[in-house]
């Protein structure tokens, strides 16, 4: 069964203090990775796609990159709104039905002023 | 109205009643889905919809029942729901159901008395 697995589950971090979050794939035949930030009580919002490996997208203080295992977003000197639970996903198998997007269970940001 | 809206935001019912959620998304997308959010678990793919399917997850109990009139449209019929049905309801829309980004409405916060 394809799996996706994100980590660490929470980070704090001062602003300023620039980190890296993982997120780690077991699918066969990548179809794109998806990138997303929530805040609570919203809905997901979406980053970045990346789809093979090298690739790298940038936002702001935020860069995506990919490798052909994992997956990690760059978070270069943040600021108190960039805290949020930030989520990754990929097209995998799941439970022998077809491909579904399968999401991380995320990592909870929070950047202490 | 942009994007993808979902109504109502918030929902308190008890066990025996009947009520719907409403998604409705303003992007053209072709693919719509259902999703469940539950604390500290990862999203749960419910429903997709498209042009070329409707896939269901096994796992969903036939106490959620979907409804995709057309391809801007979609509903959630519930019915003698459970208190561990409490959670998170998002909708997604996206172009087509591989490879594309979802984005997501604001989500329907549902309670179950």
């Known amino acids: 069964e394809d799996q996706v697995t994100q980590s660490p589950e929470a980070l704090r971090l001062q602003e300023g203090e620039s980190s890296s979050l993982n997120c780690s794939y077991t699918?066969?035949?990548?179809?794109?990775l998806f990138w997303y930030r929530q805040d609570p009580g919203k809905g997901p919002e979406f980053l970045f796609t990346?789809?093979?490996a090298g690739e790298e997208k940038e936002k702001e203080r935020l860069k995506a990159t990919l490798t052909k295992k994992e997956s990690f977003l760059h978070i270069t000197a943040p600021k108190p709104e960039d805290s949020a639970t930030y989520l990754c996903a990929v097209p995998a198998i799941s439970s022998g039905s077809a491909r579904q997007l399968t999401f991380g269970s995320g990592t909870q940001l929070t950047v202490l002023p | 109205e942009t994007g993808v809206t979902q109504t109502p935001r918030h929902l308190v019912m008890g066990m025996t009643n009947k009520k719907s959620l409403k998604c409705e998304q303003h992007?053209?997308?072709?693919?719509m889905y259902w999703y469940k959010q539950s604390a500290k678990k990862p999203l749960e793919l419910m429903f997709v919809?498209?042009?070329?399917?409707?896939?269901e997850n096994n796992s969903v109990p036939s106490r959620f029942s979907p409804e995709c009139p057309n391809s801007s449209h979609l509903f959630l019929h519930l019915h003698t729901l459970q208190p561990e049905d409490s959670a998170l309801y998002l909708c997604a829309s996206s172009q087509a159901v591989m490879g594309y980004e979802q984005y997501f409405g604001p989500g329907t916060r549902l309670t179950v008395t």
């Open positions: 699918v066969s035949g990548l179809r794109g």
């Open positions: 919809y498209s042009l070329e399917e409707r896939v």
């Open positions: 992007l053209g997308h072709n693919a």
């Open positions: 990346l789809y093979s």
